[in-house]
């Protein structure tokens, strides 16, 4: 019997970059998926992909900034398999424009419902059912949650609320054996970039990134993996995201300006 064999997974932002690595690398293990994401075709896809794998999978659509759907979907795991083991809030989206180019605000409201609200929520929902198996819950922020980065404005605000959020939720919920492990990538190649919010507030349409440059979706998943069966406390997959969290604290003024060439060069 494998650490997840058999374990109740729901994961958000399932069907695409990140979400869907992670869910094919801990397929083999043979967990039971809710998988949830907007694109139902998109998972229908990954669904085959891990029941090949040895996995059982349920499909349930969701909207993770509407309350309501959140709730739904815990409910529907919980009907269908009767409890909740892991929690993985890897739903997201990013920016990418500077502030004083911005002519729709509403972006910075939608990054906060998308990237920390959505997490409010489905947590929430699955709390009882996490204490009463002891699991675990995975949040993936970014970098950009433990430094300034600019033209991530709204991106970055979200991702540092979901670190006050989470590392809060850590503390009260330590005496009843349920773990939180935040991730903070770096830059991660999947489709949050194409799907970056412009200066109006529509989709930039193509990655600016060098992608031979960037970690892979694959990559990632695999170190996340690993932290989440050590019930790991922050998992910092790139050499650079280390080294941001140490200057944040010792040279704040050297992090700006490595903040500032990494958007600049793209990778």
């Avoid at 349920?58 to 409890?83: F, H, N, Y």
């Avoid at 609200?117 to 993936?140: D, E, F, Q, W």
Wanted: overall charge positive.
């Amino acid at each position: 019997m494998t650490e997840f064999g058999g374990q109740v997974i729901v994961v958000t932002g399932a069907s695409e970059g990140i979400g869907r690595a992670f869910c094919l690398a801990l397929a083999p293990q043979g967990v039971k998926f809710a998988l949830a994401a907007r694109n139902e075709e998109r998972l229908q896809s990954l669904k085959e992909e891990v029941v090949a794998l040895g996995s059982e999978a349920l499909i349930l659509p969701t909207d993770v900034t509407d309350e309501r759907a959140c709730k739904q979907l815990i409910e529907q795991t919980v009907a269908a398999w009767g409890r909740i083991d892991v929690l993985v809030n890897n739903a997201g989206g990013t920016m990418w424009t500077i502030f004083e180019e911005i002519t729709d605000l509403s972006l910075f409201e939608r990054l906060m419902r998308l990237n920390y609200l959505s997490c409010v929520y489905t947590t929430y929902h699955a709390l009882p059912y996490l204490k009463a198996s002891k699991g675990r819950i995975m949040a993936m922020s970014s970098v950009a949650g433990l430094t300034g980065v600019p033209t991530r404005t709204g991106y970055a605000a979200a991702k540092h609320a979901m670190f006050g959020f989470f590392d809060s939720l850590r503390i009260e919920l330590a005496p009843h054996g349920v773990s939180v492990t935040m991730v903070a990538p770096g830059f991660v190649l999947s489709e949050i970039h194409r799907r970056a919010l412009g200066s109006d507030g529509r989709a930039i349409g193509k990655s600016p990134m060098k992608a031979d440059k960037i970690m892979t979706a694959e990559a990632c998943a695999a170190l996340m993996v690993e932290a989440l069966s050590r019930r790991q406390r922050l998992l910092l997959p790139s050499a650079r995201g280390r080294l941001a969290r140490w200057l944040k604290l010792i040279a704040p003024a050297r992090m700006d300006a490595l903040a500032a060439k990494a958007i600049r060069e793209k990778k």
